[in-house]
């Protein structure tokens, strides 16, 4: 399962779990601050969190209206342990998206 992520909600995220100001500029950071916020939030008290195996960072831009005006987005893909249902990976996803939505746009 794969999400999009704005950048600005991921650093506010870093700044209030790890208490960091990061600087995101490519999958590497995005990648660093996802497990950074993984391992010091509470989405690690999750039940499904020790069937995470990985998430996939991918950076990617949309254009509002010209190439300078954009905003930076992170597609994120979830990959679980086998057997996991769909209902358990939502569930998960869906409580990471709500720990996430709480940040607004700085």
């Given at each position: 399962?794969?999400?999009?992520?704005?950048?600005?909600?991921?650093?506010?995220?870093?700044?209030?779990?790890?208490g960091i100001e990061l600087v995101l500029q490519d999958e590497?950071?995005?990648?660093?601050?996802?497990?950074?916020?993984?391992?010091?939030?509470?989405?690690?008290?999750n039940p499904f969190f020790p069937k995470l195996k990985e998430?996939?960072?991918?950076?990617?831009?949309?254009?509002?209206?010209?190439?300078?005006?954009?905003?930076?987005?992170?597609?994120?893909?979830?990959?679980?342990?086998?057997?996991?249902?769909?209902?358990?990976r939502s569930s998960f996803i869906e409580a990471f998206q709500?720990?996430?939505?709480?940040?607004?746009?700085?």
């Amino acid at each position: 399962m794969k999400i999009r992520l704005e950048k600005e909600k991921i650093i506010q995220a870093v700044k209030k779990s790890a208490g960091i100001e990061l600087v995101l500029q490519d999958e590497a950071d995005g990648k660093e601050a996802i497990e950074l916020v993984l391992g010091k939030s509470e989405l690690r008290d999750n039940p499904f969190f020790p069937k995470l195996k990985e998430v996939r960072v991918t950076l990617t831009r949309e254009y509002k209206t010209s190439a300078v005006d954009y905003r930076t987005l992170f597609l994120l893909e979830f990959v679980f342990e086998e057997g996991i249902s769909l209902e358990e990976r939502s569930s998960f996803i869906e409580a990471f998206q709500s720990y996430f939505d709480s940040f607004s746009k700085s």
